[in-house]
T-cell receptor, first 112, second 116 residues
Framework: GAGVSQTPSNKVTEKGKYVELRCDPI?????LYWYRQSLGQGPEFLIY????????DSGLPNDRFFAVRPEGSVSTLKIQRTERGDSAVYLC??????????FGPGTRLTVL | AQSVAQPEDQVNVAEGNPLTVKCTYS??????LFWYVQYPNRGLQFLLK??????LVKGSYGFEAEFNKSQTSFHLKKPSALVSDSALYFC??????????????FGAGTILRVKS
């Protein structure tokens, strides 16, 4: 069946610009997660949704980062006033229960 | 707080030989443990998990892992390596208790190179 999809696959932007990254989870999965993976490192947790609500946003680095999941399915990660340090691969995962998370292919964000 | 250590940046093994990729963890309470594999320019692919029960867990592509509570380890193993197993491997932990959240905490990853 269809896995987690993320768009765009690559995004290049200029410092100070606003970007939106989209995640389409596996159909029926109620939980959705965002992680960020910098070069040479493991993924780091950003935010977790259960249904429409953010159950845990403790990983968001600052208030420039925000995520929504208005209908409990697709989620959008929004980054305001991008900085070069935001450059990374942003990974989305979904799960139908509390254990196995299935990941999408990621969005590679490059801030020039 | 949860943490994962993968002490080897890279593991080299000859095709047909057994392989081991090491992982140790720290977590409050009982752990959920996972292994994921990442191929170049691809997302993370789930390999196997330990939740409870038998300490030896079998997963995809002939991989297995052994949970050792006393050594807080969850090493990934395969009896006979293939060149196609060459990839980046991540160990991850999640606390069983929901009060610690549902997030996965990952190690830094280990590059596995299998040579023919």
């Amino acid at each position: 069946g269809a896995g987690v999809s993320q768009t765009p696959s690559n995004k290049v932007t200029e410092k100070g610009k606003y970007v939106e990254l989209r995640c389409d989870p596996i159909s029926g999965h109620t939980a959705l997660y965002w992680y960020r993976q910098s070069l040479g490192q493991g993924p780091e947790f950003l935010i977790y949704f259960q249904g429409t609500g953010a159950a845990d946003d403790s990983g968001l680095p600052n208030d420039r980062f925000f995520a929504v999941r208005p209908e409990g399915s697709v989620s959008t990660l929004k980054i305001q006033r991008t900085e070069r340090g935001d450059s990374a691969v942003y990974l989305c995962a979904s799960s139908s229960d509390v254990d196995t998370q299935y990941f999408g292919p990621g969005t590679r964000l490059t801030v020039l | 707080a949860q943490s994962v250590a993968q002490p080897e940046d890279q593991v080299n093994v000859a095709e047909g030989n057994p392989l081991t990729v090491k992982c140790t963890y720290s977590v409050s309470g009982n752990p959920y443990l996972f292994w994921y594999v990442q191929y170049p320019n691809r997302g993370l692919q789930f390999l196997l998990k330990y939740i409870t029960g038998d300490n030896l867990v079998k997963g995809s592509y002939g991989f297995e892992a052994e949970f050792n509570k006393s050594q807080t380890s969850f090493h990934l193993k395969k009896p006979s390596a293939l060149v196609s197993d060459s990839a980046l491997y991540f160990c991850a932990v999640r606390a069983l208790q929901m009060e610690y959240g549902n997030k996965l905490v990952f190690g830094a990853g280990t590059i596995l190179r299998v040579k023919s």
